[in-house]
């Protein structure tokens, strides 16, 4: 979905907040991604630093009518206090202003020259990563959980799609539009607004494998359509996110998920009966092990991210000083 860039409008916007950013300041260089809503182009700060920039353009009458409005607060709000000065983590996109003009909001972030993991991943041999490499990237992904998790935010949407990789091969955890403030669980469960917008419920594809068991209700006596509206999220902690933290381990040591099967319902039924297995020539043991203490239905049963930290697996990672060590060149 191509979302056009009106100069004018902006320009006007600008005329009612002299202040804020607009179109006009950034030079937009060229199309890199579409997202259901959205299109994110590369380009320029005008003025100052002159950074690269990842403009992300949201047509508002496409978040409208798929209901994206909260999926849209939620992405600001956390990118927003993410990207405080004091809140900053390196291993987090940046978000350096937003705007709006009549038809579309404007997010710029930091930009990432590699585009995502996933597409990296897949063209490597095999389609999946060296153990070394999978270890750097989860070591970088736990520090940023670790992080976002301190400031009281669940991400919950954790995947290598939503890792991006930046000119230096360092990762950027992005896409807060399904993120959650620790303080609103309690008003959210007593709740069926449209905190989980219906676009999202509807394009599991791809991220089915990622769900929690604490994601879903009783999958037994359902069918494959009523499985989706039990996707409530409605008990999801720090260690979901973990969880799914796990589950991109084992996609980057394998290239494949552990919870597969024919159709959404049949993997979701794996997931609620945590029922996987690791293939004889899983890549290695300490691995295996710390995937083992991760994918356990109960999230108190579940390893913390310090525990993870000083797991066996990474045992070699300096986790104080992950800026210090060079990143994998899989680009
Ligand atoms: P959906 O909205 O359907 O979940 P999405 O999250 O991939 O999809 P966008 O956030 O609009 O949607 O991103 C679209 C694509 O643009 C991404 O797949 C990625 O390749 C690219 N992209 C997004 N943000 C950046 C960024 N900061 N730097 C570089 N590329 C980016």
């Not at 009612?16 to 991604?33: H, Q, R, S, T």
């Amino acid at each position: 979905m191509e979302v056009p860039l009106n100069l004018k409008n902006t320009e006007n916007a600008r005329r009612a907040a002299p202040n804020m950013k607009c179109l006009a300041d950034f030079l937009v260089e060229k199309e890199i991604g579409e997202g259901s809503f959205s299109t994110v182009y590369h380009g320029r700060e005008k003025e100052g630093e002159k950074r690269e920039i990842a403009l992300k353009v949201c047509l508002k009458k496409l978040i409208l009518k798929n209901k994206m409005v909260t999926y849209i607060h939620r992405e600001k709000e956390a990118l927003a206090l993410l990207s405080r000065e004091e809140n900053a983590h390196p291993g987090v996109v940046t978000l350096f202003a937003t705007f709006q003009d009549a038809e579309s909001l404007y997010f710029v972030l930091s930009y990432a020259k590699y585009g995502d993991l996933v597409s990296l991943i897949q063209k490597q041999p095999d389609s999946k990563l060296k153990v070394g490499d999978a270890r750097y990237y989860g070591a970088n992904l736990l520090s940023a959980l670790e992080h976002i998790h301190k400031l009281g935010i669940i991400h919950r949407d954790v995947k290598a799609d939503n890792l991006l990789v930046k000119h230096d091969g360092r990762i950027l955890l992005t896409d807060f539009g399904s993120s959650k403030f620790l303080k609103d669980y309690e008003k959210d469960t007593n709740s069926n607004e449209e905190t989980q917008p219906t676009q999202r419920r509807r394009s599991f594809v791809g991220t089915a494998f990622f769900v929690t068991p604490e994601n879903l209700e009783d999958v037994r006596n359902v069918n494959n359509f009523q499985i989706l509206q039990l996707l409530t999220g409605s008990d999801m902690s720090p260690a979901s996110d973990l969880w799914s933290f796990s589950v991109t381990l084992y996609f980057f040591l394998t290239g494949n998920f552990p919870f597969e099967d024919i159709s959404e319902y049949l993997v979701f039924k794996r997931i609620q009966d945590v029922l996987y297995r690791f293939s004889d020539d899983f890549p290695d043991e300490n691995a295996r092990d710390l995937i083992e203490k991760m994918l356990v239905k109960e999230q108190k049963d579940r390893l913390t991210s310090d525990q993870m930290k000083h797991h066996k697996f990474f045992e070699s990672m300096d986790f104080e000083n992950l800026q210090e060590i060079e990143p994998p060149r899989i680009y």
